[in-house]
């Protein structure tokens, strides 16, 4: 891992990222790997995860890509997420990638798999640049 994003991660800790329990994993060019060993507080009452983890983890992945640069904040402006299967235990691991950049808009993709390499949601994401 770059020192830059070892230094965001530890940074990220006292948020709502460390709260939640994601770890980074892996950084490439335009891309990271987040992941998050399921806890009994992160299942809905049926005993998955609930699909508002799934979410955080999806648009804090695709968010984490811009953030090492300190000149550019953005905000989400749009997450469409699909939601394919569903986990109850063990660590699932979420892929982020960045898709497409204007001067105005950052689109990224992002997908969450379990151990096993399933696929169990995905979500594209419009973030807005703030001047």
């Avoid at 939640?20 to 995860?49: C, K, R, W, Y």
């Avoid at 960045?98 to 808009?105: C, V």
């Amino acid at each position: 891992m770059s020192k830059p994003y070892e230094e965001l991660a530890k940074q990220a800790q006292s948020t709502f990222w460390g709260y939640v329990g994601f770890e980074l994993e892996a950084v490439e060019q335009d891309a990271i790997v987040v992941s998050l060993a399921i806890q009994p507080h992160h299942l809905n009452m049926m005993g998955i995860v609930h699909g508002g983890v799934f979410m955080s983890m999806l648009d804090n992945a695709m968010g984490l890509i811009v953030m090492l640069d300190p000149t550019v904040r953005t905000v989400t402006a749009t997450m469409n997420t699909h939601f394919l299967h569903n986990v109850s235990s063990g660590t699932i691991y979420c892929k982020a990638e960045l898709l497409h950049r204007t001067k105005r808009t950052i689109t990224m993709t992002a997908s969450i798999y379990d151990e096993n390499d399933q696929l169990l949601a995905y979500a594209s994401g419009s973030y807005r640049l703030l001047s």
